[in-house]
């Protein structure tokens, strides 16, 4: 039975993960952790530890102290953040890595590890991006990210550490915002769409991304953690991806289900740099190949989703004041 830890478990992938790993058969315990606290009306889910993932020895403590042989480790600063705090960025982003792979070495831990479309640099085929390709990003995130991915694959190596990941496209959920990344845009939209019927959206509108509905990011970071690891010939940062589209296009669907939806441009010069040095689309064959990856939701059924979601939850957030 598998006792976990995941580390900044309080945000956009974390409030999700948690709850369906502690769903999942197999699984004995499930640990979150983050330097935020808890909200209360949570905390009878789980057990909870404050850990900050540049202290080793905090890490250390909580693994020891709850017997656990698998981190999720997802506590990082995203892209645009990131940006605008490289030092920090450098600090939690890789140094928090590090720090949970020496854990992971001394204490006989798997780790999962999410890297990100934002690994690759304006130097990438763009367009059906290959998994093993040119990575030369140009933010201080991709050059997290892509030191991330290459650290995991040595301590797999040098002192056999289990890291296994996926590179994340913009993820889009209705359970927790996101954390200040360049594809942000596509979860801000949804909710102005159901609050306000328009959106100021803060990249262009022919700006094409690839994304995915948050039930396949837990379902990619569960099962290849899950994988049989000899059919894996990749093991670390495996290309994924669900849907490809505009802020045109996401506008576009949004309008069938809120005909009078109006999107305006204001575009951010600094994360529309950013978008522009990314892929805009990824080759996600090896991780279909290798360990089965097949997402479930594409456009038409997120956006139902998501705005079916949205209006239950602003609906009770308006007049419970929780949002
Ligand atoms: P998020 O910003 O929503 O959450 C990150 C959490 O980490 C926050 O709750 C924050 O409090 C916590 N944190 C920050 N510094 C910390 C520290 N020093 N110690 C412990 N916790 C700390 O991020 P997310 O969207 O949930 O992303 C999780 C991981 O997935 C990140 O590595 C991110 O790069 C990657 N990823 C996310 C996306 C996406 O679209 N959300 C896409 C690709 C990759
Ligand atoms: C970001 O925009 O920073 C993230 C990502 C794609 O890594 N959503």
Redesign the pocket.
Known sequence: MKRILV?????????ELVAALRRRPGVELVVA????MMPGTASGDGPFEY????NQRQIEQVVRKHGIDTIY???????A?AEERPQVAW???LG?LYRVLEVARQNGCAIF??????AFGPGTPRDRTPQDTVQRPTTI?GVT?VAGELVCDYYHQRFGVDARGV?????VSHV?V????T??YAVEIFYDAVRNRRYTCFLGPETRLDMMYMPD?VKAAIEVMEANPAKLEHRNAFNVTAMNFTPEELAAEIRKHVPEFKIEYQVDPVRQAIADSWPRSLDDSAARREWGWSPDYDLVAMTTDMLENLERKLRVDDRGKLD
């Open positions: 580390t900044g478990a309080l945000g956009q992938i974390g409030s952790s983050d330097i935020k850990l900050d993932c540049t480790h997802l506590a990082a600063l995203l892209s953040v600090d939690v982003n928090g590890f999410p890297s990100s479309i934002g995130y990210k590179r994340f496209p913009g993820l927790a996101p954390g200040g990344g594809t942000d990011s």
